[in-house]
């Protein structure tokens, strides 16, 4: 899409902003303790406040209420989205010129709900719904796409406002390798590993070694001076002979941070990434394991192992010594 | 008739953490859940579609992180709380086969109103986190 392109393409989307998607209609059945009790067996909640009339009937309401999570439920369209698709309205438009333009990826990225008053069984949920917002081309993790977002108001057979919610949803241009995920097969659940080792030409040897349980440190053939990690190039005489000596993975602790937040999916947590001091004089990254993070310090006497930390990786781990 | 006990405003401080709850995301969860909260699209009910989405199987609805979320507050304050507000960012999607931890801690009070904001994260133990947001509760206040 060139520039022109885009601004014609940006033009017909942000005039959907203020359409309507729907006018303020009325859920297809009021709101009643069938459906209420489903869901509340579905979710595995107990409250009684949802489900049972003779505590309610004490409580400071005196009767049952709908759980405000079913807001929106109320005014689903039910098993027709199925049996014929979804009824066109100004958002399937809206999806529909984001898909024509390459933007079909689609994922929900947020929903607000605030509820201002409670409804009961007896009561009618009404809802109307706008597309609110549409943001500026945005690069996202996912890929380049626009966030839009609708608002639903609802309301009681009384008029008065039950509530409101926003929900945006991201349109991306899905990379090349998600299209071909696409074709996923009816495989098992796969469990993420860590993120694998670049392996190029100075370091692959490293890695293989590592991999038979060795950790290598480099040497310079001419000048003794060991070094890590891997390269070309000894630092002291610029020879670029070298050999390895093996690593007895004793060493200390010289600086170490832990790693909270965002959690990246193949690790365990707690996950104590440090610099690991060695015997032999080398620095190497490495994690410390077998002990509570709290008592990790610097200068801390570790000794370490390699080990199969998943189902492809082999790493020196080190524990307190 | 159970006798069931409501958190007083006053009871709760800032810090407070709420009990741990464990998903079981099952293929029956998910479809039980999507149908309960009237949410009929295909990818929460049929693996052929949601496969063609590129995911693995079929995957839980957002009504459904929604109402485990609200459920996991609830549990912990007792029925006389008022859910006020629900924000919620949606991560990585639940499929069956996964476990979904739901942590929460309370974080900010509001003396005049009456509420409290917890901070609620629901982590499944393949993809990680799946949901992440506030839930308001109005809780009774005095005696």
């Given at each position: 899409?060139?520039?022109?392109e885009?601004r014609?393409?940006e033009?017909?989307?942000?005039s959907y902003?203020g ?18 009790r489903h ?5 595995g909640d107990?409250?009684?406040a949802?489900?049972d009339p003779?505590?309610?009937?004490q ?9 405000p999570a ?7 369209e039910g098993?027709?989205?199925v049996?014929?698709g ?5 958002q399937?438009?809206?999806?529909e ?15 607000k709900?605030?509820?201002f008053k409670?409804?009961s069984p007896?009561d009618t ?7 609110d917002?549409?943001?500026e081309q945005?690069?996202t ?10 608002l639903?108001?609802f309301?009681?057979?009384?008029g008065?406002e039950?509530?409101t ?5 991201l349109?991306?241009i899905?990379?090349?390798?998600q ?5 996923s ?5 796969e469990?993420p590993?860590?993120?694998?080792s ?14 038979e ?5 480099q040497?310079c053939r001419?000048c003794?001076?060991l070094?890590?990690?891997?390269r ?15 690593s ?5 602790v010289?600086?170490?941070t832990?790693?909270h ?10 996950l104590i ?5 060695l015997g032999e ?5 490495a994690?410390?394991v077998g ?5 990790v310090h610097?200068?801390m006497?570790?000794?370490g192992?390699v080990?199969?930390?998943d189902?492809k990786t ?8 | 008739m159970?006798?069931?006990k409501?958190?007083n ?6 810090g407070?953490?709420?009990?741990p709850?464990?998903i079981?995301?099952?293929?029956g ?9 009237r ?9 052929a579609?949601?496969q ?5 199987d079929?995957?839980m ?6 109402s ?5 507050t609830?549990?912990?304050?007792g029925p ?6 629900l ?5 990585a999607?639940n ?8 942590t ?11 509420i409290?904001d917890?901070e609620?994260?629901?982590?499944n ?10 839930v308001?509760?109005?809780?009774p206040?005095?005696a």
């Open positions: 899409m060139n520039t022109e885009q014609t393409f033009e017909l989307i942000y902003v359409k309507q998607v729907c006018p303020r209609t009325a859920a297809k059945d009021a709101v009643n303790e069938a459906m209420i869901w509340a067996e579905a979710i107990r409250n009684p949802y489900t003779e505590w309610a009937a409580s400071s309401r005196g009767k049952t209420i709908a759980p079913m807001m929106y439920s109320w005014g689903q098993f027709p989205v049996a014929q979804r009824t066109p309205d100004a399937s438009e809206l999806v010129k984001f898909n024509e333009n390459g933007f079909f990826g689609t994922l929900g990225t947020n929903v709900q605030e509820y409670e409804v007896g949920v009404y809802m109307e719904m706008v597309v917002n549409i943001s945005k690069a993790a996912r890929g380049i796409g626009y966030f839009f977002e609708t639903a108001t309301s009681d057979q009384h008065d039950i509530g919610q926003r929900f945006r949803v349109k991306f899905p990379p090349a390798e299209a071909a995920a696409t074709e097969a009816d495989s098992a659940l469990v590993t860590r993120i694998a670049p392996r190029g030409h100075d370091n692959k040897w490293w890695w293989d070694a590592c991999d349980g060795k950790v290598l440190i040497r001419d003794q001076t070094r890590h990690p891997p070309p190039m000894c630092g002291e005489c610029q020879s670029m002979q070298w050999d390895s000596i093996e007895a993975l004793a060493g200390e010289l600086s170490f832990e790693l937040h965002p959690k990246i999916p193949g690790y365990q947590y707690p990434c440090a610099v690991i001091k004089g080398t620095n190497l990254v994690n410390v002990c509570e993070p709290e008592a610097i200068g006497p570790v000794q192992k080990e199969q930390v189902e082999m790493l020196p781990q080190f524990y307190p010594a | 159970t006798d069931y409501t958190l405003y006053d009871e709760v401080s800032v407070d953490k709420l009990p709850q464990d079981d995301i099952t293929t969860l998910i479809v039980s859940t999507a149908l309960a909260t949410d009929y699209e295909p990818v929460h009910h049929d693996k579609v949601a063609a989405t590129g995911l693995p079929v995957f609805n957002i009504l459904t992180s929604q485990f979320m609200t459920r996991f609830t549990d912990w304050s006389e709380a008022v859910v006020k507000s924000d919620i960012r949606l991560g999607p499929v069956p086969g996964m476990v979904m931890t739901v929460g801690e309370v974080k900010a009070k509001d003396d005049d109103a009456g409290i917890i609620v994260v629901g982590e133990n393949i993809w990680g986190m799946h949901m992440q947001g506030t308001q509760l109005a809780l206040k005095g």
